[in-house]
């Protein structure tokens, strides 16, 4: 059995290989780390990235997997996720692992109290606790509840709880994928601090300009197994070689071509006003006035908190808010979105921005999610036709080209891009008029970016109106035809794309010039 020969390597994993179901996840991978690296591991969705940090961690235990894990020039054979932290490896995962109902200090040593004697030492915990936080650079007290603080803050608790347990190797998977950009540059700040401090870190990402902003090397995955190695420490290499090396060809466009076709009126809002659903008496949407026409793909831009989801919520079935007024129209007559199932009748359908919490049942069959909105379209005097669910989860499988073992495969087995192709084809068996996305690529590569935006472009081709929420303003202006602009819960101004810029839109918001 051969030693690291990775001169400075803190981790080697050597020929890593594991199937699922049969299916090959990965196939012959290799990594390197170096002491006190931020080292970047991309790919399209589904190319492994995931799957190997679990190995790495301990989440997949040995002999789960084929290969070999050196760390500090040992052999590991890690049979679950403690015997990793044991060695100092931590991972963080896209979904956080804390408990709002429980205060900072004690979400930090969850598992591994301060205790003597077995009982809690209070005073050593909150000491311990009020160190790290000024780590992180988090000024708030260990006794605030994790559930009073934003997402931002709980990602620098998430880091802050895995230094307390020595980390040597932290691996973070999408950590700034639900984050505003303030709250990204700052996680993004505290890793260069860690690297300064010793520890590595191996960062997952699918936003390109902040792995060139610290990475110091990028291993590409690509189906599985590894692509290239690249080093970043002189000079980050130019993003079009990063792409073509994930993808495996040139992408000349990062949005599809389309000439837009704007049809008839087809949905309309009119003075749309509503209440925050705990704090009487404040409006979180104050008459709003839209509309979109057939063939339109229409975009709401705003900062985070501008009321946004929450008015794509309020107007799918009231599922946000209270005391709701105003109307909506649908081919120029008034319908009822009262009720989530009269908002489907009405001909509207809703892509959440939160699909694992709100737009699948990850337990359950891609077969399943897929009719779970419509499911007197298999169904036959109110029994399920089976082999009329397969057939037409099938179908949607082949429009969507998802990647997987077959339709009974559970969703949450999926990578996050063939997770939202299975959510999109959810409620486009609803044949929906007018189709609500509310961040339709939020942690989803390039790649599959590209595919979700070719078939948003065909859905408008074929006469549907789509009104689309992005916190990327890039996104909103590669693929609307018109933008509202929302400040503080109301429209603030109303823009055609054409000849518009990411300056154009953030003076507009803001009021400035």
Same mark, same amino acid.
């Given at each position: 059995?051969?030693?690291?020969?990775?001169?400075?390597?803190?981790?080697?994993?050597?020929?890593?290989?594991?199937?699922?179901?049969?299916?090959?996840?990965?196939?012959?991978?290799?990594?390197?780390?170096?002491?006190?690296?931020?080292?970047?591991?991309?790919?399209?969705?589904?190319?492994?990235?995931?799957?190997?940090?679990?190995?790495?961690?301990?989440?997949?235990?040995?002999?789960?997997?084929?290969?070999?894990?050196?760390?500090?020039?040992?052999?590991?054979?890690?049979?679950?996720?403690?015997?990793?932290?044991?060695?100092?490896?931590?991972?963080?995962?896209?979904?956080?692992?804390?408990?709002?109902?429980?205060?900072?200090?004690?979400?930090?040593?969850?598992?591994?109290?301060?205790?003597?004697?077995?009982?809690?030492?209070?005073?050593?915990?909150?000491?311990?606790?009020?160190?790290?936080?000024?780590?992180?650079?988090?000024?708030?007290?260990?006794?605030?509840?994790?559930?009073?603080?934003?997402?931002?803050?709980?990602?620098?608790?998430?880091?802050?709880?895995?230094?307390?347990?020595?980390?040597?190797?932290?691996?973070?998977?999408?950590?700034?994928?639900?984050?505003?950009?303030?709250?990204?540059?700052?996680?993004?700040?505290?890793?260069?601090?860690?690297?300064?401090?010793?520890?590595?870190? +191996?960062?997952? #990402?699918?936003?390109?300009?902040? !792995?060139? $902003?610290?990475?110091?090397?990028? /291993?590409?995955? *690509?189906?599985?197994?590894?692509?290239?190695?690249?080093?970043?420490?002189?000079?980050?290499?130019?993003?079009?070689?990063?792409?073509?090396?994930?993808?495996?060809?040139?992408?000349?466009?990062?949005?599809?071509?389309?000439?837009?076709?704007?049809?008839?009126?087809?949905?309309?809002?009119?003075?749309?006003?509503?209440?925050?659903?705990?704090?009487?008496?404040?409006?979180?949407?104050?008459?709003?006035?839209?509309?979109?026409?057939?063939?339109?793909?229409?975009?709401?831009?705003?900062?985070?908190?501008?009321?946004?989801?929450?008015?794509?919520?309020?107007?799918?079935?009231?599922?946000?808010?209270?005391?709701?007024?105003?109307?909506?129209?649908?081919?120029?007559?008034? +319908?009822?979105? #009262?009720?989530?199932?009269?908002? !489907?009748? $009405?001909?509207?359908?809703?892509? /959440?921005?939160? *699909?694992?919490?709100?737009?699948?049942?990850?337990?359950?069959?891609?077969?399943?999610?897929?009719?779970?909105?419509?499911?007197?379209?298999?169904?036959?005097?109110?029994?399920?036709?089976?082999?009329?669910?397969?057939?037409?989860?099938?179908?949607?499988?082949?429009?969507?080209?998802?990647?997987?073992?077959?339709?009974?495969?559970?969703?949450?087995?999926?990578?996050?891009?063939?997770?939202?192709?299975?959510?999109?084809?959810?409620?486009?068996?609803?044949?929906?008029?007018?189709?609500?996305?509310?961040?339709?690529?939020?942690?989803?590569?390039?790649?599959?970016?590209?595919?979700?935006?070719?078939?948003?472009?065909?859905?408008?081709?074929?006469?549907?109106?789509?009104?689309?929420?992005? #916190?990327?303003?890039?996104?909103?202006?590669?693929?609307?035809?018109?933008?509202?602009?929302?400040?503080?819960?109301?429209?603030?101004?109303?823009?055609?794309?054409?000849?518009?810029?990411?300056?154009?839109?953030?003076?507009?918001?803001?009021?400035?010039?």
């Amino acid at each position: 059995m051969q030693a690291p020969v990775q001169p400075g390597a803190l981790l080697e994993m050597r020929a890593i290989g594991k199937k699922f179901h049969g299916v090959v996840a990965l196939r012959h991978v290799d990594l390197a780390v170096r002491h006190g690296e931020i080292h970047a591991v991309i790919g399209e969705n589904g190319a492994g990235k995931s799957t190997l940090m679990k190995v790495l961690s301990g989440v997949y235990p040995h002999p789960e997997y084929e290969g070999e894990i050196w760390f500090d020039g040992e052999l590991q054979q890690f049979g679950g996720i403690r015997h990793s932290e044991a060695r100092g490896i931590v991972i963080i995962h896209q979904e956080l692992a804390l408990i709002p109902q429980l205060s900072i200090a004690e979400n930090l040593f969850l598992g591994h109290e301060q205790a003597r004697a077995g009982v809690i030492d209070w005073q050593r915990t909150h000491r311990r606790a009020v160190e790290l936080l000024q780590q992180v650079g988090l000024q708030e007290s260990p006794n605030t509840l994790v559930g009073d603080i934003g997402v931002g803050k709980q990602q620098l608790v998430e880091i802050a709880k895995a230094l307390a347990k020595d980390v040597r190797l932290l691996i973070l998977d999408e950590p700034t994928a639900s984050l505003n950009e303030d709250d990204s540059a700052a996680l993004l700040e505290l890793l260069k601090r860690l690297r300064a401090s010793g520890v590595a870190c +191996v960062l997952i #990402s699918h936003k390109l300009n902040e !792995i060139a $902003a610290v990475a110091d090397a990028i /291993t590409v995955l *690509r189906d599985g197994a590894t692509v290239t190695t690249m080093d970043c420490r002189h000079a980050p290499p130019a993003e079009a070689e990063i792409v073509r090396a994930m993808v495996g060809r040139e992408m000349q466009d990062r949005y599809p071509r389309r000439q837009p076709n704007p049809g008839e009126l087809l949905f309309e809002l009119k003075d749309w006003w509503v209440e925050h659903p705990l704090h009487v008496g404040r409006e979180a949407v104050k008459g709003v006035n839209l509309n979109v026409r057939r063939g339109e793909i229409v975009g709401i831009a705003g900062l985070m908190g501008a009321g946004r989801t929450e008015l794509a919520m309020s107007v799918f079935g009231r599922s946000w808010g209270r005391r709701i007024r105003g109307s909506a129209w649908m081919k120029g007559r008034q +319908v009822d979105v #009262s009720t989530v199932r009269r908002a !489907i009748q $009405a001909g509207l359908a809703y892509v /959440t921005e939160d *699909r694992k919490a709100l737009g699948l049942v990850l337990q359950d069959s891609i077969a399943h999610n897929t009719s779970l909105c419509r499911l007197e379209g298999i169904s036959r005097l109110g029994v399920i036709d089976e082999p009329g669910e397969h057939a037409v989860a099938n179908d949607f499988r082949r429009r969507m080209a998802t990647r997987c073992a077959g339709v009974e495969q559970p969703v949450g087995d999926l990578s996050g891009g063939n997770q939202q192709k299975v959510v999109l084809s959810k409620w486009l068996f609803t044949d929906p008029d007018l189709l609500i996305l509310d961040e339709p690529t939020r942690g989803i590569d390039v790649g599959a970016k590209f595919e979700i935006y070719s078939l948003i472009a065909e859905l408008a081709a074929q006469g549907r109106a789509i009104l689309m929420i992005s #916190s990327e303003l890039p996104e909103l202006l590669g693929m609307c035809d018109r933008l509202y602009l929302m400040n503080e819960g109301e429209f603030v101004g109303e823009m055609p794309t054409a000849g518009a810029t990411q300056e154009t839109v953030m003076h507009a918001l803001l009021g400035t010039h």
